[in-house]
């Protein structure tokens, strides 16, 4: 099960959300949190994992709508084995319930995310725009390499299971739901067979933590916030069950020079107030490399210029977005005498016509104070 009995918080309190919070304030709340419990980040600090796997739990039970209607009507109760229907095997929480009772009628896909693993992939901005090959490092419950998911001692011998008779399946009915179902004996896992002599490695559970290095592909384009999931990658909950899924919530950080906007990158690019009268030409870093920008005279402050093609690639379609250059006017901090001289007669050449910005500006002016 998701949660263990004696060791679950409401996992509103652990996120720190009302009850109403919907799916974008639980994914922010998740995300601030995950940043600052997680075990990378807190090398020093011995219960930082716990903390972290409380927090994930929660977002697990909260972020899936099933789990959170039988949270929000069961409490805790919910996710914890309750008193079995027959003594030979545990009663099956409200996940496996209702999983057994769509299989007994045909239908599967029963029991969710169970034994998912939700992990943060760090993204550089240049990374997630152009895609890329990471390799990352994590543990999972995974079989027991020394028994193979046996659960017996390499060379032992292993008897009939006495709770399903061999039959590796367990018949129970519930006053609520009057339909018998079949599901896998507890005792023996589903195979029948109990090892007379339990494994030391896993003593006789048949599951064991592994460490697992995994190589992601990441697309170009990713967007932070959106989720890869890895099938197969994530915690396995039973010997004879295969694994969850690995879930990485993708993460950017900050660029120094570029964000992102949709798929177009956007910068701001100083010139001086020459190249802005004038117009001339820039140049201008982008994601593949610097070019060399047309800037047409006359050019006003906070313009936006574009570079066609030279922002994120489309995730649905071929092609890319732009990027666009927002031009600000650098003003210098130091005039000689003749750089002085050459401003005053060029003001006085001016005079006081101004452009239709400027105009606009001062007809605002006067409205507010004529």
């Known amino acids: 099960m998701l949660c263990t009995p004696g060791n679950v918080r409401d996992p509103y309190d ?40 409380e927090i994930n739990q929660a977002y697990q039970i909260l972020s899936d709508p099933q789990k959170r209607a039988a949270f929000d009507r069961y409490g805790e109760a ?31 896909g029963g029991g969710g995310d169970r034994g998912a693993i939700k992990k943060t992939l760090e993204l550089t901005f240049e990374e997630a725009a152009h895609g890329c090959q990471k390799e990352i490092k994590y ?10 998911g046996g659960g017996g001692e390499p060379g032992s011998r292993s008897e009939t299971c006495a709770g399903c008779g061999g039959r590796g399946k367990v018949r129970f009915q519930q006053a609520l739901f009057p339909i018998p179902v079949e599901r896998p004996c507890s005792r023996c896992r589903g195979s029948g067979r109990i090892p007379t002599a339990p494994c030391i490695g896993c003593q ?46 993708v993460e950017v950080e900050e660029h120094a020079f570029f964000r992102r906007v949709g798929d177009d990158v956007v910068c701001k690019v100083p010139i001086s107030f020459s190249q802005a009268v004038l117009g001339g030409e820039v140049e201008v870093p982008t994601l593949e490399g610097s070019v060399r920008l047309r800037v ?3 050019t006003q402050v906070g313009a936006v210029l574009r570079l066609r093609g030279k922002g994120i690639p489309h995730r649905v379609r071929s092609g890319h977005g732009d990027q666009l250059v927002e031009v600000t006017i650098q003003v210098p901090s130091q005039l000689s005498e003749r750089a002085r001289e050459l401003l005053t007669e060029l003001g006085q050449e001016l005079g006081d016509d101004v452009q239709p910005q400027e105009a606009s500006f001062m007809e605002k002016l006067r409205g507010l104070f004529g």
Do not use: M, W, Y
């Not at 922010?28 to 090398?43: G, V």
């Not at 229907?85 to 239908?107: R, T």
């Open 204 to 249: 006789g559970s048949g599951l064991a933590k592994a460490t697992r290095r995994l190589e992601i592909e990441v697309p170009a384009g990713i967007e932070a916030g959106s989720v890869q999931t890895v099938d197969g990658g994530g915690n396995r909950v039973r010997p004879d069950r295969p694994p969850g899924p690995l879930e990485l919530l």
């Open 139 to 148: 543990e999972r419950v995974d079989a027991c390499a020394r028994c193979q």
């Open 78 to 108: 919910a996710f914890r084995p309750g008193a079995a229907a027959q003594p030979d095997f545990d009663f099956p929480g409200i996940e496996d319930l209702f999983g057994d009772l769509l299989g007994a009628f045909g239908f599967r």
């Open 296 to 298: 047409p005279p006359t």
């Open 14 to 53: 652990v996120l720190g959300v009302a009850r109403s919070a919907g799916e974008a304030e639980l994914k922010t709340a998740f995300r601030k949190l995950a940043a600052i419990h997680h075990p990378d980040k807190n090398p020093d600090d011995p219960n930082a994992g716990q903390r972290f796997k």
